[in-house]
C-alpha cells in the first residue's frame, strides 16, 4: 500500500501522479537502454562490416597474387638434352605465358624425341626402365636431342597429397638451380616410384633423391618444401592436355606421351625392339644405331598409358 512521504495514505491524484513519474522514470530508462543498444548494434555493424571488408580485401590478394615464373631451362615446358647432354639453357616461363618450343636439331638424320611423364604413371616407369638407357646414349652420341616434361595427371590416385604435382615440382626445382642432375633425379624417381593408390614420397624423400643425385643445394630443398614451381606444372599439364598434337588414339592425352620428329610413338612402352624400329621409321635410312640402315619397321600395337582424367 502507497504511503506519503509524512506515513498517510496517498489520495488518488498522489498515487496516479506517482504512477506517471514512475512511468516517466521507466520511459527515460528505456530511451536510454535503446539508445546504448542503437550504438553498440551500429558499432558491431561497422565492424562487422570492416571485418568482412578485410576478409574479402584479404582473398583478393589472395586470389590475385601471381603465381611466379617458371623455373630456369623450362620455358617450353619440358628440359632439353642436346648432344653430350648439354642443358638448353632458358630463361624462367613468365606467369600465364604460352610454353616457348626449344630449336629442334637441323641435321636430317637427326632425332627429337619428347617426352612426356608423370612420375606416379607406372607405364612411364616402364618406358623409362625400358628403354632410357638406349635414349641417353643416342643424345650422348649426338644423333638424338631429349625434352623430358614432367606433368601431373594422377594427384587423385595419392590420397590427397598430390605427389604427381610434387614430384614434378621437384623435378622443376632440379632443372631451375641444378639441371646437370636432372636425368639423375629422374632416374631416381622412376627407380623408388610409388605404388598409385598411395600417399607417395614425402617431400623429405625428394630432397634426399635430389641430394643424392647431385642437387643438394639449400635453394632446391627450400624449392621443394615450398612447392614452388607446382603452379608452373599445373599450366603446363593443363597446356599438355590441350595440345591435339598429343592426343593417343582415343582422342586424350595420357602418359607417357612419346614424340620424336613430331611422330607420336603408339607401340608399346616395354618393347625395345618395338621402340627402336620406330626410331628408324622417322629418322629414316640414314640413321643407324645397332639397327642397319635397311630395316624394315615391324607394325606396332597400340601403346599402354595412363589416360589423363
Not at 74 to 83: K, L, P, R, V, W
Not at 132 to 161: C, H, K, M, W
Not at 181 to 187: L, V
Request: aromatic share 6%; proline share 7%; net charge negative.
Amino acid at each position: 500500500m502507497s504511503t506519503s512521504p509524512s506515513g498517510d495514505r496517498l489520495t488518488k491524484n498522489e498515487r496516479r501522479e506517482q504512477a506517471r513519474e514512475n512511468a516517466r522514470i521507466q520511459r527515460d530508462e528505456q530511451r536510454k537502454k535503446d539508445k546504448r543498444n542503437k550504438i553498440l548494434l551500429q558499432g558491431g555493424i561497422i565492424l562487422g562490416v570492416l571485418g568482412v571488408a578485410a576478409l574479402v580485401v584479404v582473398l583478393i590478394v589472395t586470389s590475385i597474387r601471381p603465381a611466379g615464373p617458371g623455373p630456369n631451362n623450362m620455358a617450353s615446358g619440358g628440359i632439353q638434352f642436346t648432344s653430350g647432354f648439354e642443358v638448353t639453357n632458358t630463361a624462367p616461363l613468365p606467369n600465364g605465358a604460352d610454353p616457348i618450343p626449344n630449336p629442334t636439331s637441323d641435321a636430317a638424320d637427326a632425332l627429337d624425341i619428347q617426352v612426356y611423364v608423370d612420375y606416379l604413371c607406372p607405364f612411364c616407369g616402364l618406358f623409362e626402365e625400358t628403354n632410357q638407357e638406349y635414349i641417353n646414349s643416342l643424345v650422348d652420341s649426338g644423333a638424338a636431342t631429349l625434352e623430358v616434361f614432367p606433368v601431373a595427371i594422377l594427384d587423385r590416385l595419392s590420397l590427397g597429397t598430390k605427389y604427381s604435382t610434387r614430384a614434378a615440382n621437384a623435378a622443376a626445382c632440379v632443372a631451375d638451380t641444378a639441371p646437370d642432375s636432372f636425368m639423375d633425379f629422374s632416374a631416381s624417381l622412376f627407380a623408388n616410384q610409388p605404388a598409385e593408390s598411395s600417399s607417395g614420397l614425402d617431400d623429405s624423400v625428394l630432397i634426399e633423391l635430389a641430394s643424392a643425385a647431385g642437387a643438394d643445394s639449400d635453394a632446391v630443398a627450400e624449392c621443394i618444401n615450398g612447392k614452388t614451381f607446382s603452379s608452373f606444372i599445373t599450366a603446363m599439364t593443363t597446356s599438355a592436355v590441350n595440345n591435339p598434337d598429343l592426343a593417343g588414339a582415343s582422342g586424350g592425352f595420357g602418359t607417357p606421351t612419346i614424340m620424336v620428329n613430331g611422330q607420336r610413338y603408339n607401340g608399346p612402352v616395354d618393347d625395345a625392339e618395338a621402340f627402336r624400329a620406330f626410331l628408324v621409321q622417322v629418322a629414316g635410312e640414314a640413321f643407324v644405331q645397332e639397327e642397319t640402315a635397311t630395316s624394315t619397321p615391324t607394325p606396332t600395337p597400340e601403346a599402354t598409358e595412363t589416360p589423363a582424367p
